[in-house]
């Protein structure tokens, strides 16, 4: 089964924003990192889906069922998380 990289967020929370763009920046850097599909959940629009998952603070990250990173993140944090993907890909 191929892995799922979810990011759960708020559209009100500035990390979350930054990291949306760093994301963005990373995948028009590497063409491996272009490929990766994102789930965004949105814990207010989705919360009966966010209740599902074990985390307190946004933006999280979760690989299938495997919280990731959870918290305010750097560029780099996002590279591993995203290295971290392919890796089980």
């Known amino acids: 089964m191929k892995p799922v990289l979810r990011l759960f967020i708020l559209a009100t929370c500035p990390?979350?924003?930054?990291?949306?763009?760093?994301?963005?920046?990373?995948?028009g850097e590497n063409e491996n990192y272009a490929a990766i599909e994102v789930a965004l959940i949105n814990e207010?629009?989705?919360?009966?889906?966010?209740a599902q998952y074990d985390y307190y603070l946004v933006p999280t990250y979760f690989i299938n069922a495997n919280k990731v990173h959870e918290g305010a993140a750097s560029k780099e944090t996002v590279r591993n998380v995203f290295e971290k993907f392919l890796a089980q890909s």
């Open 44 to 50: 207010k629009l989705q919360p009966e889906l966010a």
């Open 15 to 27: 990390y979350c924003q930054q990291v949306m763009k760093w994301m963005e920046e990373l995948k």
